[in-house]
DNA sequence: TTGTACGCGTTATCAA
DNA sequence: TTGATAACGCGTACAA
């Protein structure tokens, strides 16, 4: 490894020089700034970032908690997390959360990072107030089930979405509508599944508990669990099924066409967060669009504001977008 | 912050002792070592891992370069690569390759990274010999397209599976095979399209250059370029094509149904990759399955046996298996 | 405009 | 079994 000295050596000049040449600091006479790069540039010197976060206590390392790296809606707000940090000469040091090994978290992070942006996982409060206690700042994009005052969040008003989207199936002729749940009742899909019970309530609807399909939240296991139900009794109580991430909606699709369910014919699906694929299956889907890019950016704008300015950060929150599709039409019969 | 000298005063020993505890060294009294343990559990103290590295020059860091992290098949890989380096207790450090800004790289990631995993990318020799001066380990899924002496790889044999993939529509009766390619030729599409020329020469077919389609690697470009392609002339000089990627065959789908040319019946088609959305297209595409996880794990233990025990990397080559699904059948007429 | 010297939080060497 | 103390590579106050 060349180090500052190796450079300073090399360009007969002190090592402070070489620093103040490193970080462009301007009180540095020009030739001796030449010099200093021309051995910097033959020696293929880099300043050792382990050692200057040491110094400046700034790592420009920003922490993600991913829920799955498999899961394109969660990577496509990386895309934008990443885009945006690269903005700010930040590195970004992903994480799965495992909630079994929440207490490394703190170990893992420490001295590595100057802020996280969580994936609406609700963490221990524990965990919370450690993070608090040392003023590394969390924020979450998608607003964690359990609220805790130290994470703020930015994410789509939820209701707002349900409401749209149930009024849109209950104009169509649906009044029997099912939901699709993840299992994981803290999982960031669990505050979708509230809010649709809310706005099924507010739109004179009544939800019933045989209604509710709870899978775990990715294609495979959505599409085992509709398969099942679908074989278990092919006559569904509910004319409509929303699903509470695109994936199982696809899992749904797929389930339905496999079981010689017609969709939207005998049923009609809907989905959340917009992904890719859903203007690509068939039938296309009808799914409430989460602007993955934007929030991304937003996190870390705001992440950036209370690390450099210390910012109180506040909930904000997102528009959306229903998106109708060929997968929610009237109900036959 | 919580330093090891607040712990050390705290419990009434030294630093040394306290680092011994941390690192688990046995030459500590139980009695000390319970003593030092409540403090570091009444203050909340983490070592700091910038601090650790710096004199340890171990960083428990390992690199991450991708093309693009919305692309499915990319973060599959790294799902087994984010498993197995849990396992090791490394992080992993994501950075999107961006060929303009490869300079960066190297003060990104010095100090802060014991070794680098590429996906495929072909970095610019002054790249690649800057890491090598340092003994920083490359090592790449996805066999780059430019070969260079430090960056061994993991990947499938493409021949060997392009050429079963031709052999497999050619039993069905297919000569005319078109190809459709990324056309950034430094891509890692680039590898599977010159073994599908060999596949082809090998398979005794002639691949005419105006079956050949060039598309930005992704499923919209995919779908403009196909559309494109169909509306100029519906009449196609092939009767099945070969996408370099999951992505791009996915957008050749959706592109046919929208030109109202059916799959199979009017075009086969075929994929790289085997993602998991394939299973769940209409119809169901016929692809090469690359095993992601398995060759993300095998990437992470290379690169930890060249870190820790010095080993040499040699380029290895994992089984694939050819998925013959819905979207390859028989030509009509 | 440049150089000296200290401290950041660790680990590791050597004495005690 | 423990305690001093010297690195690790860098930024910067202060002196020159």
Redesign the interface.
């Known amino acids: 490894?060349?180090t500052r000295d190796d450079v300073a050596r090399h360009a007969g000049v002190s090592v402070a020089v070489v620093s103040y040449v490193v970080n462009n600091k301007n009180n540095v006479k020009e030739e001796t700034r030449q010099k200093v790069l021309r051995a910097i540039e033959e020696l293929?010197y880099?300043?050792?970032?382990?050692?200057?976060?040491?110094k400046t206590r700034k790592?420009n390392?920003i922490g993600v908690l991913f829920n799955?790296?498999?899961n394109?809606f969660e990577?496509?707000i990386?895309?934008g997390l990443?885009?945006r940090a690269?903005q700010y000469d930040q590195?970004?040091?992903?994480?799965?959360y495992i909630r079994s090994e929440e207490h490394k978290l703190?170990?893992?992070f420490?001295?590595?990072t100057d802020g996280i942006i969580l994936m609406g996982q609700s963490l221990k409060p524990e965990t919370i107030e450690?993070f608090a206690?040392?003023g590394v700042p969390l924020y979450s994009v998608l607003k964690p089930v359990q609220d805790h005052a130290y994470v703020r969040s930015i994410d789509i008003d939820w209701y707002d979405a349900m409401l749209k989207l149930v009024e849109h199936l209950k104009s169509l002729g649906h009044h029997k509508i099912g939901f699709m749940a993840n299992a994981m009742h803290d999982h960031y899909h669990h505050v979708r599944f509230l809010h649709f019970r809310q706005a099924m309530e507010a739109s004179g609807l009544e939800f019933e508990e045989h209604s509710l399909l709870q899978a775990g939240g990715y294609?495979?296991s959505a599409?085992d669990r509709m398969s099942n139900r679908i074989k278990a009794n092919p006559k569904l109580p509910f004319t409509a099924i929303v699903c509470a991430g695109d994936l199982m909606a696809?899992?749904v699709?797929?389930a339905c066409?496999d079981c010689g369910l017609s969709v939207p014919g005998d049923l009609s699906v809907a989905g959340c967060e917009n992904i890719?694929?859903t203007s690509?299956?068939?039938p296309t889907l009808t799914t409430i669009h989460y602007p993955r890019k934007e929030i991304g950016y937003m996190a870390v704008d705001t992440i950036m504001g209370q690390i450099h300015n210390g910012d109180e950060p506040t909930d904000s929150t997102f528009g959306f977008e229903l998106m109708i599709r060929q997968s929610t039409v009237k109900p036959t019969g």
């Open positions: 490894m060349v293929g880099n300043p050792n970032m382990a050692a200057r976060s040491l790592t390392q799955n790296l498999g394109s990577t496509g990386s895309l990443e885009q690269r590195s970004l040091i992903f994480q799965t703190k170990s893992i420490s001295g590595r450690h206690k040392f294609l495979e599409y696809i899992g699709l797929s066409k890719l694929m690509h299956t068939t």
